[in-house]
C-alpha cells in the first residue's frame, strides 16, 4: 500500500492528519497526553485549520515488514490562536496507522509485532523556526502464533524536550478505558535525533482481540 498526498493550498495534507488529534493539545513545551482513540479505518478525513496557509509534503508506505512515514513542511503552525508543533503529529498519525494495521494483519491472520529496538527517527531542519523533514521507520516481526502478536501501539514524545512517559502510560492503565490485555505492555528505549526530537514507541496486546489468549 502507497499513499503520497501532496498539497500547496490552506487546506494542506497534513492539516488532514491534525485533523485526527484536534482533541489533544501538541503545543511546543508540553507532552501531548491524548490516548488515540481506537478506530476502524485509515480514514484521514478532510479538514481546512482557521488562518493556516502552508504546503507540506506525507508519504506513507506501508507493508507487511515495515511502515515509513515522513512529512516535509512547517515545524508549527498557528491554531486558535496557539503554537502547536506540527510536525511532531507525524508522530501521532504514525502511531495510530501502525495500531491499526497490527489489527488488519490479526485479522487477516499475518501476525505481527513492532520490533521496538530497531525503530529509525530522523530530523532535518529541526531548529523551532521554518520547515522541517522528519521521517520515521517502524519494522515489524512475524510471529507464529497469534497470541505472541501486539495489536495495539502509541508513543510518547517530545519535540526538542523530554517525553513524559509516566503521565502517558498511567493514561494508557487507565481502567475505565484501557485496552491493554493482561501485562503485555511493552515500552522502547528513548529514542533521540540529533537534534533533539525524543519519542517512547508503546505496544500491547488489545484485549478486545486477544481476550481469548492466556495471560501470563
Known amino acids: 500500500m502507497n499513499l503520497y498526498l501532496k498539497t500547496a493550498s490552506i487546506i494542506s495534507a497534513f492539516s488532514s492528519c491534525f485533523f485526527l488529534f ?15 482513540k481506537e478506530a476502524d479505518d485509515k480514514t484521514i478525513p478532510s479538514a481546512t485549520l482557521e488562518n493556516s496557509v502552508f504546503t507540506s509534503d506525507i508519504k506513507i508506505d506501508i507493508s507487511d515488514s ?56 530522523t530530523t532535518l531542519g529541526m531548529d523551532n523556526k521554518d520547515t522541517v523533514h522528519y521521517t ?6 512475524r510471529v507464529k502464533k497469534k497470541c505472541d ?49 525524543q519519542e517512547y514507541w508503546i505496544q500491547w496486546k488489545n484485549k478486545a482481540l486477544q481476550e481469548n489468549c492466556y495471560c501470563k
Open 22 to 36: 484536534l482533541n489533544s493539545s501538541c503545543t511546543p513545551n508540553k507532552e501531548d497526553s491524548s490516548v488515540p
Open 66 to 121: 515495515l511502515l515509513f512515514f515522513s512529512y516535509k513542511g512547517p515545524e508549527f503552525i498557528m491554531y486558535n490562536g496557539e503554537m502547536n508543533d506540527t510536525a511532531h503529529r507525524l508522530s501521532n498519525l504514525a502511531a495510530k496507522i501502525a495500531g491499526l494495521e497490527l489489527k488488519k494483519l490479526h485479522k487477516e491472520g499475518k501476525f505481527r509485532k513492532v520490533d521496538l529496538n530497531h525503530i529509525v527517527m
Open 136 to 141: 520515521i521507520k517502524i519494522p515489524l516481526i
Open 149 to 197: 502478536a501486539y495489536t495495539s501501539f502509541d508513543h510518547s514524545g517530545g519535540w526538542d524536550h523530554a517525553p513524559d512517559l509516566k503521565r502517558r502510560l498511567k493514561d494508557l492503565k487507565n481502567p475505565e478505558r484501557t485496552t491493554i490485555f493482561c501485562k503485555s505492555l511493552q515500552v522502547s528505549k528513548l529514542f533521540k535525533t540529533k537534534e533533539n526530537l
